[in-house]
């Protein structure tokens, strides 16, 4: 899936705004491929698998575009 970063924490998360869905979607830096949390900035494109977990869905295997 693509999308594009909404909201990056001092904390080491954040959210993506997926293409065509209304409800942001949670990731954790440690779910980041190729790139540094710190090197990412709002507005971002991202791809990413969505995966199931405890919480509900969250992102996987983010890459920025």
Same mark, same amino acid.
């Given at each position: 899936?693509? &999308? ?7 904390? &080491?998360?954040?959210?993506? $705004?997926?293409? &065509?869905?209304?409800? !942001?979607?949670?990731?954790? $830096?440690? !779910?980041? %491929? &190729? %790139? ?7 507005? !971002?494109? %991202?791809?990413? !698998? #969505? #995966? ?5 869905? $969250?992102?996987?295997? #983010?890459?920025? #575009?």
């Amino acid at each position: 899936m693509t &999308g594009t970063i909404k909201t990056l924490t001092e904390r &080491g998360f954040g959210f993506i $705004s997926r293409e &065509g869905e209304a409800k !942001d979607l949670f990731f954790h $830096s440690k !779910d980041l %491929v &190729g %790139v540094a949390f710190d090197d990412l900035k709002t507005g !971002d494109k %991202v791809t990413f !698998d #969505v #995966v199931q977990d405890q919480k509900g869905p $969250s992102a996987k295997n #983010v890459t920025r #575009v």
